[in-house]
């Protein structure tokens, strides 16, 4: 059974950085496609970032593109997201997904077939 656990979520002074983990039991994040989402109150979860193992590509969103980073460690079993330079616009609860299941975009969360139980960031200033 696959568990995706996230953490690192709190509060945090707009300009500053936080980074997310997320660590899995039952996965390994070395061949699927994995990524975060975030979702804001009274919006869609939308894709933030997305790591492929296999192809060794990244793909952001424009929003936190040269601000958020997505990697995973050397074992593939945590999934880290490095944010920068964050804003207030970031605010919301952050979700690492897991096992990419081809045919759309890979910052569709349609796409992704595990999911974590989320973290909340929220930024001020």
């Known amino acids: 059974q696959v568990h995706l656990v996230e953490s690192g979520g709190g509060s945090v002074v707009a300009g500053g950085t936080r980074q997310l983990s997320c660590t899995a039991s039952?996965?390994?994040?070395?061949?699927?496609?994995v990524g975060w989402f975030r979702q804001a109150p009274g919006n869609e979860r939308e894709g933030v970032a997305v790591?492929?193992?296999?192809?060794?590509?990244?793909e952001y969103a424009d929003s936190v593109l040269g601000r958020f980073t997505v990697y995973v460690d050397n074992a593939y079993t945590t999934l880290y997201l490095l944010m920068k330079s964050l804003s207030p616009e970031d605010t919301a609860t952050y979700y690492c997904?897991?096992?990419?299941?081809?045919?759309?975009?890979?910052?569709?969360?349609?796409?992704?077939?595990?999911w974590g139980q989320g973290t909340q960031l929220t930024v001020s200033g």
């Open positions: 997904a897991a096992d990419y299941q081809g045919g759309i975009d890979y910052l569709s969360a349609a796409a992704y077939r595990y």
């Open positions: 039952g996965y390994r994040f070395d061949h699927y496609c």
């Open positions: 790591y492929c193992p296999v192809a060794g590509r990244t």
